[in-house]
Each structure stands twice: as structure tokens, then as C-alpha cells.
């Protein structure tokens, strides 16, 4: 049996086992489906606090070991997530400071995260009839958990499972993650539709899209249809300065790549754009508060 096969629709403990022992992960290496969704499967040995982790797309959350706590702050109660029998559902935009908590048999923290675009988002949007039968709206909080029950678990299952196959094509798997969003959508649950549109969100996605790349302003620019001082003058109105965004991009990814990969250190400096290890050591202790050889 692999992996895959070995990866049940529902958590179902045997007596004596860990809450998530049902769940076995595919795979952990991070999938980027451009336009359509990512996937990334954290794994960590230690508690690990992460200040300001902005989630950039609608986010799916299933931790299937150990325990996450989100704060929003502002005065909200923290939201905490120790069992894979419910999804943490996360509003795109939204930034919370980050708990991870090891835990279970194995003393790990796991967890499998599914992003969706905003291009996916705004589809499926389009294509629900007026007044459909279910009563689906936005939801105004950033968190909404949702238990997960076995027709919603085999649909995420299927999901994922599609989203680390590449064999797949984009066209099939845009309508598996559809149905998923449907499911969604029938449990009372809507993503907010265009919540990263303006210059800041669509720099951010561009870049995430591929954070090794030499990035300038102008270079940007081009790639949005826009000179450089339009790009610029754009992003001083929503109080964005390009070179913090950058860094901050790349530092996302660089803290995704070492909670999910076996990659060196050097090899994840390169993947976010950095030659230097030193420097790239340097730009994540600055952003995160820890060297990232302290994650593992």
C-alpha cells in the first residue's frame, strides 16, 4: 500500500492511538498550482512561535498532530486547533501570530495547509446561481472552524491528493477544487471573493509565484503592466513599500520550505533569492526571531 492509499477520508483512532494517528501524509514537498492552489505539509520536532504570519490566499488547515494556536490579536480570543476531526478555515488577508505545539504518539507537530487564489475564489463565485439553495455567506470572522465529516474529508482528500499528482491537469483539478469549494459552500461557508485585489496583493502573488528570481521594481512593473513609478506610487498609497514586501514574501517561503522539506539551508536561501546563506540567515532571524537552523 502507499503513501496515498494509506491516507484514510477520516481520522479514526485506534484505541490507545493518537488523535491523528489515521492521518498519514503524502509527500511533504510544498505544490504550487499557478492560479489554482497550493500545498504544504509542515512538519516540526519542536514548539515553534511565529509573529505576524500573513495569510495571503483563503487557507485550509488540518492539523494532524499536535496543536496550532492563532492569535489575530486586537482583543479576539485565541483559536486553537488540536484535532483532525474539524478544519480551520482561514479568510485570505488575514494575520495572526502563530503557536505550533508538538504533540501525539510521535511528539510532532503536523499539518496539512491548502491554499486557494483569488482567480479560483472569484470563478466559483461567477459560476454559483442566484439564490442558491444553500445559505452560504462570507464569513466576517477570520477563523471559522468546521467539523470534518466524511463526505467533506473524501472531498478534501481527493484534493489534495490531486494537487501533489501533476500528472493532472489544471483543467481537472480546477473542478475538484470546485467541488470542494461547493461542499464548502453547502456547510454554510463562503471564502470573501477579491479580498487581496490592489497592487500590494497582486506584487505579493506575483512574487510568491516565484521568489528565487531577482526582483526589481521595474521588473515588477513589467510583469503588472505598469511602469515602475506607477508601481511605486501605487503602492505608497496602501502604505507598501516594495522592498519590505519582497523580503517579507520571500521569508514566508523560506520559513514554509524549512518546516516541510529535508532541503540544506543553502538550498532554501537559493530558492528565496538569496546567494548568501549568511544574509539569508540574517533577513529570517530579523522577520521570524530565530535562525531557521533553529526550526529544526
Given at each position: 500500500?502507499?503513501?496515498?492509499?494509506?491516507?484514510?477520508?477520516?481520522?479514526?483512532?485506534?484505541?490507545?492511538?493518537?488523535?491523528?494517528?489515521?492521518?498519514?501524509?503524502?509527500?511533504?514537498?510544498?505544490?504550487?498550482?499557478?492560479?489554482?492552489?497550493?500545498?504544504?505539509?509542515?512538519?516540526?520536532?519542536?514548539?515553534?512561535?511565529?509573529?505576524r504570519f500573513l495569510f495571503h490566499e483563503a487557507t485550509l488547515v488540518l492539523v494532524a498532530a499536535?496543536?496550532?494556536?492563532?492569535?489575530?490579536?486586537?482583543?479576539?480570543?485565541?483559536?486553537?486547533?488540536?484535532?483532525?476531526?474539524?478544519?480551520?478555515?482561514?479568510?485570505?488577508?488575514?494575520?495572526?501570530?502563530?503557536?505550533?505545539?508538538?504533540?501525539?504518539?510521535?511528539?510532532?507537530?503536523?499539518?496539512?495547509?491548502?491554499?486557494?487564489?483569488?482567480?479560483?475564489?472569484?470563478?466559483?463565485?461567477?459560476?454559483?446561481?442566484?439564490?442558491?439553495?444553500?445559505?452560504?455567506?462570507?464569513?466576517?470572522?477570520?477563523?471559522?472552524?468546521?467539523?470534518?465529516?466524511?463526505?467533506?474529508?473524501?472531498?478534501?482528500?481527493?484534493?489534495?491528493?490531486?494537487?501533489?499528482?501533476?500528472?493532472?491537469?489544471?483543467?481537472?483539478?480546477?473542478?475538484?477544487?470546485?467541488?470542494?469549494?461547493?461542499?464548502?459552500?453547502?456547510?454554510?461557508?463562503?471564502?470573501?471573493?477579491?479580498?487581496?485585489?490592489?497592487?500590494?496583493?497582486?506584487?505579493?502573488?506575483?512574487?510568491?509565484?516565484?521568489?528565487?528570481?531577482?526582483?526589481?521594481?521595474?521588473?515588477?512593473?513589467?510583469?503588472?503592466?505598469?511602469?515602475?513609478?506607477?508601481?511605486?506610487?501605487?503602492?505608497?498609497?496602501?502604505?507598501?513599500?516594495?522592498?519590505?514586501?519582497?523580503?517579507?514574501?520571500?521569508?514566508?517561503?523560506?520559513?514554509?520550505?524549512?518546516?516541510?522539506?529535508?532541503?540544506?539551508?543553502?538550498?532554501?536561501?537559493?530558492?528565496?533569492?538569496?546567494?548568501?546563506?549568511?544574509?539569508?540567515?540574517?533577513?529570517?532571524r530579523a522577520r521570524f526571531g530565530y535562525l531557521p537552523s533553529a526550526v529544526r
Amino acid at each position: 500500500m502507499s503513501a496515498r492509499d494509506a491516507w484514510p477520508p477520516a481520522a479514526v483512532p485506534q484505541k490507545g492511538a493518537g488523535a491523528g494517528s489515521g492521518w498519514w501524509l503524502p509527500d511533504r514537498t510544498p505544490v504550487l498550482r499557478r492560479g489554482l492552489c497550493g500545498l504544504a505539509q509542515p512538519c516540526l520536532k519542536q514548539p515553534q512561535h511565529t509573529p505576524r504570519f500573513l495569510f495571503h490566499e483563503a487557507t485550509l488547515v488540518l492539523v494532524a498532530a499536535g496543536q496550532l494556536q492563532l492569535d489575530e490579536g486586537g482583543g479576539s480570543p485565541a483559536v486553537v486547533v488540536d484535532t483532525p476531526a474539524s478544519l480551520l478555515l482561514v479568510q485570505p488577508g488575514t494575520c495572526a501570530e502563530l503557536v505550533k505545539t508538538p504533540g501525539g504518539a510521535e511528539q510532532r507537530f503536523r499539518s496539512v495547509l491548502l491554499t486557494l487564489s483569488s482567480d479560483l475564489l472569484e470563478a466559483f463565485q461567477r459560476a454559483r446561481p442566484p439564490g442558491g439553495a444553500d445559505a452560504a455567506t462570507a464569513a466576517a470572522a477570520p477563523f471559522t472552524r468546521m467539523p470534518l465529516d466524511e463526505d467533506l474529508a473524501a472531498t478534501l482528500r481527493h484534493v489534495v491528493d490531486s494537487a501533489g499528482g501533476l500528472h493532472l491537469s489544471d483543467e481537472r483539478l480546477g473542478y475538484r477544487l470546485m467541488d470542494l469549494l461547493a461542499a464548502l459552500a453547502e456547510r454554510g461557508h463562503l471564502f470573501k471573493a477579491g479580498a487581496q485585489q490592489g497592487t500590494s496583493g497582486r506584487l505579493r502573488t506575483l512574487i510568491g509565484e516565484a521568489p528565487e528570481r531577482h526582483w526589481t521594481a521595474q521588473e515588477a512593473g513589467r510583469a503588472l503592466a505598469m511602469s515602475e513609478a506607477t508601481l511605486r506610487r501605487r503602492l505608497a498609497k496602501e502604505q507598501v513599500r516594495f522592498d519590505v514586501l519582497l523580503v517579507d514574501v520571500r521569508m514566508h517561503h523560506a520559513l514554509m520550505l524549512v518546516q516541510t522539506t529535508a532541503w540544506s539551508i543553502p538550498r532554501i536561501a537559493q530558492a528565496c533569492g538569496y546567494q548568501s546563506r549568511a544574509r539569508f540567515a540574517e533577513r529570517f532571524r530579523a522577520r521570524f526571531g530565530y535562525l531557521p537552523s533553529a526550526v529544526r
